[in-house]
């Protein structure tokens, strides 16, 4: 089904299924353009949840593709040139997550324009997502708060 289409995984799985997505301050980097975005993906994700639970996820399932594809390209090249500027080492590994992230989410939509809309494609989405966040933002990223402290920018 949709595991050969999109299959984006990480292990071991998040484990917030069906809760709201919420932005807390225990996730801020420390970098405000940074924690700002990331807020901004935090809203978003709940909204489509909102929507998922008041049954309208099917009206909205290719708008939150769109914008989920619109905030990786304007926030993982900013993400991955502050990286580079503190001198993290964990740039690499960001750079190639988000890489395997950024595909994961254009084959769900390739898939959402090639048969429409399916729930269960949205609830493997919706799955990648609350991933992404509990897995990478709050781990990967905050890698980035360690580097910024031990190399400040003059």
Known sequence: M????A????????????ASMKWSEEY????????????????MCDKYLKDLS??????????????LIAYCEAHFGFEEKCMKIYKCPFAEKNKEQHLHFFTAVNKFKQRYEVYGFNSADS???VQAVE????LHICKIDMKLTESARKNPIE
């Open 7 to 18: 299959s984006y995984q990480m292990t071991p799985k998040a484990k917030t299924r069906g």
């Open 2 to 5: 949709l595991n050969s289409a």
């Open 131 to 134: 991933d992404w966040l509990a």
């Open 28 to 43: 801020a980097v420390g970098i405000h353009a940074i924690d700002e975005q990331h807020k901004t993906l935090f809203g």
């Open 54 to 67: 008041e049954g309208k996820g099917e009206a909205v399932f290719s708008h939150f593709l769109e914008s």
């Open 123 to 125: 609830n493997t989405l």
